[in-house]
């Protein structure tokens, strides 16, 4: 379902305040700490560590006056540095949930960013995207207008090309990354679990693009130690690429490696019984066809997901708002009853696209969700 009503209030007092979030800090104390990983050998006789993952621990200095802690989960070739500043120099996401209250833990993936990659592990090499391809996709889409609504897209500031400063220095933040998905999400998945242990208490876990499988897949593993989820534009659609691609992706429908359903399901290619719904007649924007569970058998249960609060976001602009739909639905679909779709236009917020965190209105979109949790 569209939240609407509620947040559209929201989103247009948060406009009507809104102002670059150059502002001071939060005091606060931070530190950090490596989570799972272990040794293995390293092919001359000696050992390396392998699979930790970085994590940054956020604190305001007051203390935390919210009861559950969030956990932010960058996507692909993305660091956690995502959400502490903006690349125009303006404060991220880390400093307006701190200003809200949050005690914050920020991580680099496993074989991502400071969380080493061991060459070998999982890809022979690992990959990058080229500054073009950040230009079409992420800052610069409404000039190349690959999906109907890039031409929406207005809120990033500068240009988004290169040779822009801002565009400059958010692509100096982009690293590699191992193009192996099996790999990766049981690498997070696991070193997710070692940091739900340490914090030890329920947390948010928020999720974009590539790192949007990974809360599912933590909370599948750690339901106890999962409070809700917040998904920014989690990879998808369900089983099939969309827009850029149409080949088969996430056999599992929502990831590529395993998770828990009722009834059990072995192998997917033939458990997950598939069915292609089209579009709604009364869509007033480009949408695609989703393929979701068959309607007979019965859809089998994301059991484990199923009680939780979980908040799938959308943009206007993103190659994301065709098919984001989809993963909505698939979630519902699985026994998920508490899954909501934030389309951002239906709350009054328009132009993004799919680094909403970075963008001008940034803050007006974390007051949306920030309110969506006041109300869990």
């Not at 999982?122 to 391809?133: F, K, L, N, V, W």
């Not at 690959?146 to 690293?175: E, L, M, R």
């Not at 098919?323 to 639905?329: E, F, M, P, R, W």
């Amino acid at each position: 379902m569209y939240i609407k009503s509620s947040l559209l209030l929201s989103a247009a007092i948060a406009t009507a305040h809104f102002k670059p979030s150059y502002y001071e800090n939060v005091p606060h104390t931070r530190d950090y700490f490596y989570s799972g990983g272990h040794y293995v050998p390293d092919g001359s006789g000696g050992h390396v560590f392998s699979e930790q993952m970085y994590t940054e621990h956020l604190k305001p200095v007051a203390g935390a006056r919210q009861p559950h802690p969030m956990v932010f989960i960058h996507g692909q070739a993305q660091t956690g540095t995502n959400f502490l500043n903006k690349p125009d120099g303006g404060n991220g996401w880390a400093s307006y949930f701190l200003a809200q209250g949050y005690e914050l833990y920020i991580v680099d993936q496993t074989f991502r960013g400071r969380s080493a990659w061991r060459p070998g592990a999982g890809a022979d090499e690992p990959s990058t995207y080229s500054a073009e391809i950040i230009e079409q996709r992420f800052t610069n889409p409404e000039e190349y207008n690959q999906w109907p609504q890039a031409s929406t897209h207005t809120q990033w500031p500068g240009n988004g090309t290169i040779g822009d400063p801002i565009f400059d220095a958010f692509y100096a933040s982009n690293v590699q990354f191992i193009s192996n998905e099996t790999y990766q999400q049981s690498g997070v998945q696991a070193a997710g679990a070692k940091l739900l242990d340490r914090i030890g208490k329920p947390v948010i876990l928020v999720g974009h693009s590539q790192g949007g499988l990974m809360p599912p897949l933590i909370a599948d593993i750690r339901p106890n130690l999962t409070e809700a989820i917040i998904l920014i534009e989690p990879s998808g659609p369900p089983f099939t690429n969309a827009v850029t691609s149409n080949a088969s992706a996430r056999p599992w429908g929502i990831t590529d490696i395993p998770i828990t359903y009722e009834p059990a399901v072995s192998d997917p290619t033939t458990d997950l019984h598939k069915q292609i719904y089209p579009a709604p007649d009364n869509a007033t924007e480009y949408l695609v066809p989703c393929t979701l569970q068959a309607e007979t058998p019965a859809p089998r249960q994301l059991v484990n997901l199923a009680p939780k609060p979980i908040l799938l976001v959308t943009t206007q602009a993103s190659y994301h708002a065709p098919y984001d739909y989809c993963t909505a639905k698939y979630y519902q679909q699985a026994g998920c009853s508490k899954a909501e779709h934030l389309h951002l236009p239906d709350a009054g917020v328009y132009g993004n696209g799919h680094m909403v965190f970075l963008e001008k209105n940034s803050n007006v979109v974390a007051g949306l969700l920030k309110d969506w949790v006041e109300k869990l």
